[in-house]
């Protein structure tokens, strides 16, 4: 079956990094796309960025753009997202989604069909 779980959060002061990892299963990363999503308290979700095969890597998110790295590693089935310079506006639970079996890819407005997600791992960013 399809899997997806997310790891890698915790607790860190603002200017701190991260790095979450989506390990999936019952799919291959050869074909199928993951992307990342954020919700904070009280909001809405987030998209942050999309990867897929060839290493193509988009991102959707203003708020994220030069610190945050999508980045894939085939082999151990694995997606990750490496956050830097860490902003207490950041915290939220960040959750991993795959588009199986739509194959659509990272292209726009694709986001509705990553229906299959993590259980998220949880970031808090202090001040």
């Known amino acids: 079956q399809v899997q997806l779980v997310e790891s890698g959060g915790g607790l860190v002061h603002t200017g701190g990094s991260l790095r979450l990892s989506c390990v999936v299963s019952g799919f291959t990363l050869d074909f199928y796309a993951v992307r990342w999503f954020r919700q904070a308290p009280g909001q809405e979700r987030e998209g942050i960025g999309c990867a897929t095969s060839g290493d193509y890597i988009v991102y959707n998110s203003d708020s994220v753009q030069g610190r945050f790295i999508i980045g894939r590693d085939v082999a151990k089935n694995t997606v990750y997202l490496q956050m830097n310079d860490l902003k207490v506006e950041d915290t939220g639970i960040y959750y991993c989604?795959?588009?199986?079996?739509?194959?659509?890819?990272?292209?726009?407005?694709?986001?509705?069909?990553?229906?299959?997600w993590g259980q998220g791992t949880q970031v808090t960013v202090s001040s």
């Open positions: 989604a795959t588009d199986f079996p739509a194959l659509l890819g990272c292209v726009k407005n694709s986001e509705s069909a990553f229906h299959l």
